[in-house]
């Protein structure tokens, strides 16, 4: 049994320490609630069964068409622009989604052995914002983009409320947070070879 979770059941890490799936959940999103109560769920539903439990933490999905979760992070809906903070080396996790397929391909393929509990999916390298913007540019799916001075997110007008209901909105204050998630057993079930250089 594959239950489909998130990396927002992580909530918003200060540290700079990759996060790993050993970390306690701290979730601020209603997204992230209904998943971790899927999981502990999940958990105890199949405790005493033969059935493999696996829960595939996945970060913020995108492929060559739908590039909806990027855009969101270098965007600012508002004044209808894009934006990038200084020279936008600062980055993020996601997951394209043949990254996510061959996992699944690998969980449901495995020979023999066990491949249980707890997954964090995700591309094997962060994603910057600088990367995000020249994609979105080559396909012509962002306009004007401005460039705005490290530490002036922190004087954005947003709706702090929006991101507890939509789980697709990012609130820029967030950005220089920690959001590199270790994908390491995951990459022990597939390679995690696709990024948004090889996506077309």
């Not at 979730?27 to 199949?46: Q, R, V």
């Not at 600088?130 to 962002?142: A, G, S, T």
Request: aromatic share 12%.
């Amino acid at each position: 049994m594959i239950l489909l979770s998130t990396t927002d059941v992580y909530g918003i890490q200060k540290g700079r320490e990759p996060i790993r799936e050993t970390i306690a959940e701290k979730g601020i999103t209603n997204y992230a609630d209904i998943k971790m109560t899927s999981e502990k769920l999940m958990d105890k539903a199949f405790r005493k069964t033969d059935c493999i439990p696996v829960i595939a933490r996945v970060a913020p999905i995108y492929d060559a068409e739908h590039t909806d979760n990027l855009h969101a992070h270098v965007y600012d809906s508002k004044d209808n622009v894009g934006y990038i903070f200084g020279e936008g080396d600062y980055g993020f996790s996601f997951c394209c989604v043949f990254n996510l397929i061959d996992f699944l391909n690998g969980i449901i393929n495995v020979p023999q052995g066990r491949y249980g509990g707890v997954y964090n999916v995700c591309d094997s390298k962060i994603t910057t914002a600088k990367d995000i913007i020249e994609y979105e540019k080559d396909r012509h799916r962002i306009g004007a983009v401005i460039q705005r001075a490290p530490g002036s997110e922190k004087t954005m007008l947003y709706n702090k409320g929006k991101m507890k209901n939509d789980y697709r909105y990012f609130d820029p204050t967030l950005t220089f947070h920690n959001w590199n998630y270790d994908n390491t057993r995951a990459k022990r079930i597939a390679p995690m070879r696709w990024n948004l250089t090889n996506t077309k």
